[in-house]
């Protein structure tokens, strides 16, 4: 089996990605290849995990997930550093199981009339104004909902649920349901402004599309990243038809990633 390994470059994590390398090349059921891989493991923490997925993006369909901890936080990582023994057995006796969460589609189109920009993401796009308020029409299914004021919004998958989407005052969503969600960052309601003010969660079958007033200069982002600075003429979400795959050796359930990640440890 075919495994790359992305570390980031804290040196916890290099040690731990340089003896995994090392127990690899002694595999012989496995090798390190880091153009066409079947498994990708990320060391690190949910930062790392997200530009590994960001940069096999484009073979995405083809690669499957793991994430060690070495951080302070990890949601999408279920073995930690000292643990690359139990990791490697589990690879060797891999038989393909895995756990697939949505992910975010996204189309802009830009003022000038030049081609669109594609993009997927794992956790959240966000819209937000680079000085001032952001000031932009919301539509559902090409219906229009809603004239927003505010700093931005966020739009998150349900695993993103528990990211900027869950400090922003949004609803904690289970991936095994296909739907997206729209959060708002800090609206203006007032007698002359009005929005609706909660979160919004929309199925599959839907999308949402939001078009930034013309004067405006929005920043775009996908996960960590800035998308293109072009002026903005509309941005269209959707649940992408395609999943991201996490190797299940021992995936933990989402529930318990939620309690573990911000309740912690509790007495009985």
């Known amino acids: 089996m075919r495994v790359a390994i992305y570390s980031n470059l804290v040196q916890l994590s290099n040690n731990v990605a340089e003896r995994l390398k090392a127990e690899i090349e002694q595999s012989d059921k496995l090798e390190l290849d880091s153009l066409n891989p079947e498994i990708v493991i990320s060391v690190g923490g949910d930062g790392t995990l997200l530009s590994a997925f960001h940069h096999y993006a484009d073979i995405s369909e083809q690669i499957r997930l793991v994430g060690i901890h070495t951080g302070h936080l990890g949601f999408y990582t279920d073995w930690r550093d ?75 998958t349900p695993s993103g649920s528990t990211a900027y989407n869950k400090s922003v005052g949004g609803a904690i969503i289970n991936p095994a349901l296909n739907a997206l969600q729209i959060s708002e960052i800090s609206s203006i309601n007032n007698r002359v402004f009005r929005t609706l003010g909660s979160p919004i969660i929309i199925p599959p079958e839907e999308w949402v599309r939001i078009v930034p007033e013309d004067s405006g200069q929005p920043v775009l982002t996908c996960d960590q990243q800035v998308i293109s600075g072009r002026p903005i003429a509309t941005i269209e979400y ?16 989402f529930w318990q990633r939620v309690s573990n990640s911000f309740i912690g440890v509790q007495d009985d």
């Open 238 to 253: 959707r649940i992408a038809k395609q999943r991201v795959a996490f190797a299940q050796y021992r995936h933990t359930h």
């Open 82 to 156: 000292y643990e690359v023994d139990e990791l490697i057995a589990s690879l060797e006796n891999d038989n393909g199981q895995s756990e697939t969460y949505p992910l975010l589609d996204i189309t802009i189109n830009y003022r000038d009339g030049g081609s669109a920009d594609h993009a997927l993401a794992l956790n959240e796009s966000t819209i937000k104004q680079v000085s001032g308020t952001l000031t932009a029409d919301v539509y559902i299914k090409d219906q229009r909902f809603e004239s927003f004021r505010g700093d931005g919004l966020c739009i998150s």
